[in-house]
């Protein structure tokens, strides 16, 4: 009888799982999507320093 019941417990717990992967899976359209962009200034003397400016 417990054999029974650990089983079922066991399967109850990896469904539920499951279920829950496919959830979180198939939901990521809701998430907003976040787009990283940089700003690169093109200068026409190419020097390899790097130029600190103090104010």
Same mark, same amino acid.
């Given at each position: 009888?417990r054999?029974?019941?650990? %089983? %079922?417990? *066991?399967?109850?717990l *990896?469904?539920? #799982?499951?279920l829950?992967?496919?959830?979180?899976?198939?939901?990521?359209?809701?998430?907003p999507?976040? +787009?990283? #962009?940089?700003q690169? +200034?093109? #200068? +026409?003397?190419? #020097?390899?320093?790097?130029?600190?400016?103090? +104010?």
């Open positions: 009888m054999n029974n019941i650990l %089983g %079922g417990l *066991v399967i109850f *990896v469904v539920v #799982t499951c829950l992967m496919l959830d979180d899976i198939s939901n990521t359209q809701k998430e999507m976040l +787009e990283e #962009t940089a690169i +200034e093109q #200068t +026409e003397d190419h #020097t390899d320093l790097a130029i600190v400016e103090e +104010e």
